[in-house]
């Protein structure tokens, strides 16, 4: 059974720094507004968007050690140490929080990188980690909200087009899976 959402929302507010915490807020009222808009369930996309970091502050030694252990992770996701509380956020949802919906654990895990052929769920929480407004009230944001009144996918295109323009533009290596999935959107 699932903890319930009050020892989930204490235990992020002990092991999120205040910041993180105020960024998950804001993508879990970003992902359910998206959610109301494209046809998913809302309560599942806010629940999903608050707990998305909840790997974000460990310890990097703790988060190798769950990468080593217990998880076998694709060659994308070992690409940069910036991502890899995604895999392991979902991997906390399951083993602490007794999270077992797969769309949920999905979502989490490719919310740092993304995946060729996400589902509209994981789009959704994709997008609102990258676009909500509490913490990321950001210009370059502007064009992927305006964006979403096409689509989830126009949105996504110009999401990753931004990220690999900001790589290239700092000299840093581009994952073969972020090219791959800017490649199948277009």
């Known amino acids: 059974m699932t903890c319930t959402y009050e020892y989930i929302d204490n235990w992020l507010k002990i092991n999120l720094s ?3 915490y105020e960024h998950s807020l804001g993508t879990a009222e970003c992902a359910r507004e998206l959610a109301e808009r494209f046809g998913e369930n809302p309560e599942k996309a806010y629940f999903t968007g608050l707990i998305h970091d909840c790997a974000k502050c460990l310890p990097k030694d703790e988060t190798l050690h769950i990468i ?3 998880l076998n992770l694709e060659d994308g996701e070992l690409c940069s140490p910036k991502t890899h509380h995604a895999p392991v956020g979902a991997y906390i949802a399951k083993k602490e929080f007794k999270i077992d919906d797969e769309e949920i654990l999905s979502a989490i895990r490719w919310h ?17 980690d990258k676009i909500e407004t509490r913490t990321r009230p950001c210009e ?3 064009p992927i909200r ?4 096409e689509s989830l996918d126009k949105a996504l295109l110009l999401c990753y087009k931004n990220t ?10 581009i994952c073969t899976a972020t090219i791959d999935i800017y490649n199948s959107l277009l």
Do not use: Q, Y
């Not at 993304?114 to 994709?126: A, D, Q």
């Not at 305006?146 to 009144?149: F, I, K, M, P, V």
């Open 18 to 20: 205040p910041e993180r």
């Open 68 to 70: 080593k252990t217990f």
């Open 112 to 128: 740092t990188i993304g995946k060729v052929n996400m589902t509209p769920f994981e789009k959704i929480i994709f997008l609102a």
């Open 140 to 142: 370059i944001c502007e």
């Open 146 to 149: 305006e964006a979403l009144n």
């Open 164 to 173: 690999i323009k900001s790589l290239v533009d700092r000299d840093l290596r």
